[in-house]
């Protein structure tokens, strides 16, 4: 009995480091040691807390902890995790999101239904889109001023290229008209208080506006999510035709460099530091005043080093003003410079790595038309 335990973990550990296998078969978190014994998958630990709630279909088993027998381990190696997802994973649509190990829980766990309870993707769809040119239905939105959710019809058009809302379920006319190639969608369960919390971000006027949704199924918001996605890729096509996915995929919707709470001071830079929620979007820096505010309190264009922009650890020598906050950086733009501090040093490491990584990025026309509405803003 001894004997054979080693044998078959020995083997299974093997398995794992065949390409393929050693990556989770889900979310591609490196280094899985828990196995679907059903689907013949190797997964990691929170992938198979997931896999626990569609005992129907699959079935766990740590491979370092949970005994094996023969006819196990010989299942696990006829299949795998590439064989299976060749299966499982054949007719994804283009746009749609397949969420890795660092995206929230509702994504991940729609994304394991869709594959093996709903088996969205084994067969190509006779109506490959999400939505069929429009989505309807009621989502709870946060409202701007009270801080309330209420429930609000949405209506997603691919025709128009719009999503609007409605403030009242018999109104007429939207409250809000919003093109889908200005918008950005992303999970923020944190931020909102709720697990499948999704927040929209748009540009009108130039000015950034966001409205923070939910709905209490997470199937239903991710088929939002995703709907939002093919609407834009359909929009982006046809505004550019022959742009390959490659170019095209990035620009649907992205998660946020960096959000968190950093200190600020003004102009004159002789202000007392005050504590803002940042949020950093391609190269948008936006400050709140709460992470759940509608509007930014102000915005800052960061460009590329060859305009002129860069960032340095530290504050200048000499910096005046009330900082309670030790952990300084400075952000140089062509106009004047932004000084911010950060509460630990992790934080400071963590922002000054955001910062870098976007004035390395060469800038393209569009951030080049973005910093010209920025030099000339009222």
């Known amino acids: 009995m001894a004997g054979e335990k080693i044998r078959n973990q020995k083997a299974l550990k093997e398995m794992i480091k065949k390409d393929g296998n050693n990556i989770c078969a889900d979310c591609r978190a490196p280094d899985p040691d828990w196995a679907s014994h059903t689907l013949g998958t190797f997964i990691c630990l929170n992938c198979s807390g997931i896999h626990r709630n569609i005992p129907e279909i699959s079935k766990v088993k740590s491979t ?44 991940r766990e729609q994304w394991v239904r869709s594959k093996y309870e709903r088996k969205e993707f084994v067969a190509e769809r006779d109506n490959k889109s999400e939505f069929n040119g429009i989505k309807e239905g009621y989502l709870w939105k946060r409202g701007r001023d009270n801080g309330q959710f209420l429930s609000r019809r949405f209506v997603l058009s691919e025709q128009n290229g719009t999503l609007m809302y409605y403030a009242k379920h018999d109104a007429k006319e939207p409250k809000a008209v919003i093109k889908v190639e200005n918008l950005n969608a992303s999970f923020q369960p944190a931020k909102i208080g709720n697990p499948n919390g999704l927040q929209i971000t748009y540009v009108k006027d130039n000015k950034t506006r966001n409205i923070f949704l939910y709905h209490e199924n997470g199937k239903e918001i991710v088929e939002w999510f995703n709907a939002l996605r093919e609407a834009q890729y359909n929009y982006l096509k046809v505004a550019f035709p022959c742009a390959p996915n490659t ?7 992205r998660s946020f460099i960096k959000e968190g709470y950093m200190e600020k001071t003004g102009p004159r830079q002789t202000e007392g530091f005050k504590k803002r929620w940042f949020t950093m979007d391609h190269r948008r820096l936006m400050y ?18 060859d305009h002129g922009y860069n960032v340095i650890l530290g504050l200048p020598p000499g910096t005046q003003g009330n900082f309670s906050w030790q952990f300084g950086i400075t ?38 038309a973005q910093q010209a509405y920025f030099k000339h803003k009222p």
Request: hydrophobic content about 35%.
């Open 64 to 107: 370092v902890m949970d005994h094996w027998d023969d006819s196990q381990v010989e299942f696990m190696d006829q299949h795998g995790n590439q064989k299976v997802n060749a299966k499982y994973e054949a007719f994804i649509p283009v746009y749609y999101y397949r969420p890795t190990f660092q995206d929230c829980q509702v994504l």
């Open 247 to 253: 170019e095209i995929l990035p620009k649907l919707t």
């Open 288 to 305: 709140f005043k709460d992470p759940l505010d509608a509007f930014a309190k102000g915005e800052v264009f960061i460009g590329s080093k």
């Open 331 to 368: 952000i140089v733009t062509p106009e004047r410079n932004f000084l911010f501090t950060c509460e630990t040093d992790s934080d400071q490491a963590e922002w000054y790595s955001a910062f870098n990584k976007v004035v390395k990025q060469t800038m393209t026309p569009q951030d080049c």
